[in-house]
């Protein structure tokens, strides 16, 4: 893949929000069918078929149920761009204090139905000697399948990609999603790489309080996902508030033992 069309599709990927970004004049064909049409909320079927890593028949809702997931969707053979994106969700993960397989799954599966487990297995034995921490290979998942359910969960997040017949590649967006444990799409996180930040805040909500701690919840309520960016920012007014608190809650401390004192002083006195 050219150094033009990885840097085009990029900013598509960055551009894309709720509704379809307006493609720039000059854009070449492949890429004014690419981008992430964000489906917030959405239920993803849990019932479509897929092949794993090992040549076994699975259900995608065979990963959901109890853990958030971190979906991506790349093929295996992609020159450059997946392995990317890959790369770049590999090294958010591998400074998380969350562990793939613990507190979340994470979903790979091809978007070219012609590719096999077998490479799916070979993808997966890359990355696993990658990500280093035990356990992954239970919690990281690399499927394949056939084009219906690959077009079905295309649809159901959002992901346009097409064939460009003059570089004999696909054309198509750089990014993760993270789903609820009952497939409900929680955020889409775009590009190459991913804020651990954003990324753990983001799995935190989808997890609806059941993993993360109680800094998590205080980061959540300060931090503010942007559906257009998908990223997390700051919400000033909201971190204003956590001040003023914090502020009353020491002010408060500091009266309190000011009273104290001087009670202890004036029992000293009067003896």
């Not at 090992?54 to 259900?59: D, E, F, N, P, S």
């Not at 017949?165 to 609820?180: C, D, F, K, M, W």
């Not at 790489?193 to 609806?208: C, F, G, H, T, W």
Request: proline share 5%.
């Amino acid at each position: 893949m050219s150094g033009a069309l990885l840097v085009s599709l990029v900013l598509l990927n960055v551009g894309s929000g709720l509704a379809p970004a307006r493609v720039p004049q000059g854009t070449p064909p492949a890429l004014r069918e690419v981008g992430f049409d964000q489906k917030l909320s959405h239920q993803v079927p849990l019932d479509i078929p897929f092949t794993d890593e090992t040549g076994r028949a699975v259900r995608l809702g065979d990963y959901f149920g109890k853990k958030p997931v971190v979906l991506s969707l790349v093929y295996y053979e992609c020159p450059m761009l997946c392995t990317l994106t890959l790369n770049g969700l590999t090294s958010a993960l591998a400074v998380m204090s969350f562990d793939v397989g613990k507190e979340f799954e994470v979903v790979t599966v091809s978007f070219e139905p012609k590719e096999t487990w077998q490479l799916a297995a070979a993808k997966k034995a890359a990355y696993m000697k990658r990500y280093k921490r035990p356990g992954a290979d239970a919690g990281w998942h690399f499927l394949v399948g056939d084009k219906a359910a690959i077009d079905r969960l295309a649809q159901a997040v959002g992901f346009r990609y097409a064939w460009d017949e003059n570089t004999r590649q696909y054309a198509h967006p750089s990014g993760i999603v993270t789903l609820t444990p009952q497939g409900r799409i929680s955020h889409y996180l775009f590009g190459i790489e991913y804020a651990p930040k954003d990324l753990r805040l983001s799995l935190v909500e989808a997890a609806q309080g059941n993993i993360g701690t109680a800094v998590d919840q205080v980061l959540l309520y300060c931090y503010k996902y942007d559906a257009t960016t998908g990223r997390y920012g700051a919400a000033v007014m909201r971190i204003l508030r956590v001040l003023a608190a914090f502020t009353a809650l020491a002010l408060a401390a500091f009266i309190g033992l000011m009273l104290r004192r001087d009670r202890r002083l004036a029992r000293v006195g009067a003896a």
